[in-house]
């Protein structure tokens, strides 16, 4: 079995602030990646800075924004769940876990990126992340694809103790930086425009970790 | 969107007196406000076409602007409203923004549903 990356998020962007880095390198490697979005982000805060964005314009925006971040770290392969935002955790599960199945046994992923449940701080990440894992859980224990889980909720390395994947992404920053700056509505609030150079710039100021290290927890399903 | 314009927006509100419309209402701090510190709650509540008719409806304040909506049977209100949108048929939209642009509230109303 080939190697196959498949990313399961629900937010547009969450396959670039989380993970960006470790995708790109992957993609750069000439690894297929598929991502599965679950939501187009329609009712996010951010609306660009200065706005530009609306409640009703924000999904197709998001969505635009989506795909040129795809095209920046080499996802090839999209897929949009359809779901809206803030509700996974109130939908029917079932039919999700189905649909996650269903792509697993397609793609055959060697590896599936998606949200530590209980420990990534939004209510959508920890719902999308359970029903991930549970999809996982329901194939045969040897074509299960090992699971890195991204957490980040301010307690988690005190229960879930210290990520054992903690990758070097220095090598890739400006494919991060350039996605980050795809999803423009939600990515300017975060990095002022800098008037002299009329680009955001990440790398000044206190996000630029970001740029340097992205940390996973190796998942095990029982 | 442009800075609310009380001239403006009242015959808006206006367009939509005694007819069942459709309503978006939502406020929210932010689903990372708890998790960055920015405040001890994370809050937030929408209502995504809701069905209301109202009788009266306002605008009121110099900037952040209120508008109350008195129905048969009830109130909606929304308070730090900052800036209007007219550019879609029979939609008007209404949002307050926090200094990075950030929405904080919205309302707004709809003669079809909103999209979901
Ligand atoms: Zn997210």
Redesign the interface.
């Given at each position: 079995m080939g190697q196959h990356i498949l990313v399961v998020f629900p937010h547009p962007d969450d396959e670039t602030f989380g993970c960006g880095g470790t995708l790109a390198l992957f993609a750069k490697s000439g690894i297929p990646i598929t991502y599965i979005c679950g939501t187009l982000g329609q009712m996010g805060r951010n609306m660009g800075n200065p706005f530009f964005a609306n409640r009703e314009t924000l999904s197709k925006i998001r969505e635009a924004e989506l795909e040129k971040a795809c095209k920046a770290i080499g996802i090839q392969h999209l897929i949009k769940l359809g779901l809206r935002d803030k509700t996974i955790e109130f939908e029917d599960p079932e039919p999700i876990v189905n649909r996650i199945e269903q792509i697993l046994r397609e793609v055959q992923p060697s590896l599936v990126l998606t949200h530590y449940p209980g420990y990534a701080v939004h209510p959508d990440h920890n719902a999308l992340g359970e029903l991930t894992i549970k999809a996982v859980s329901r194939l045969s224990t040897q074509d299960r694809p090992t699971i890195y889980a991204h957490a980040f909720a301010r307690n988690c390395q005190d229960v879930i103790g210290p990520p054992d994947i903690v990758n070097d992404i220095s090598a890739v920053a400006d494919v991060k930086c350039a996605a980050i700056l795809a999803h423009r509505s939600q990515s300017q609030v975060m990095f002022p425009r800098d008037n002299k150079t009329e680009v955001n710039e990440p790398t000044k100021n206190a996000y630029s970790h970001m740029l340097q290290r992205e940390s996973f927890w190796t998942y095990r399903c029982f | 969107?442009h800075p609310i314009d009380r001239s403006i927006v009242q015959p808006a509100l206006d367009r939509f007196l005694n007819r069942e419309v459709y309503l978006?209402l939502?406020t929210?701090n932010?689903?990372?406000a708890a998790?960055r510190q920015e405040s001890k709650m994370t809050v937030?509540a929408?209502i995504r076409n809701g069905r209301i008719s109202f009788i009266r409806g306002t605008i009121t304040g110099e900037g952040p602007y209120r508008v109350g909506l008195k129905m048969q049977d009830g109130w909606v209100y929304a308070e730090g409203l900052t800036d209007f949108?007219l550019g879609?048929e029979g939609?008007l939209?209404l949002?307050g923004?926090d200094e990075?642009?950030?929405?904080?509230v919205?309302l707004?109303l709809s003669m079809e549903p909103?999209?979901?």
């Open positions: - | 969107m978006h939502e929210t932010g689903a990372y998790h937030g929408y949108d879609q939609k939209l949002a923004h990075e642009g950030r929405l904080a919205a707004e909103f999209e979901l």
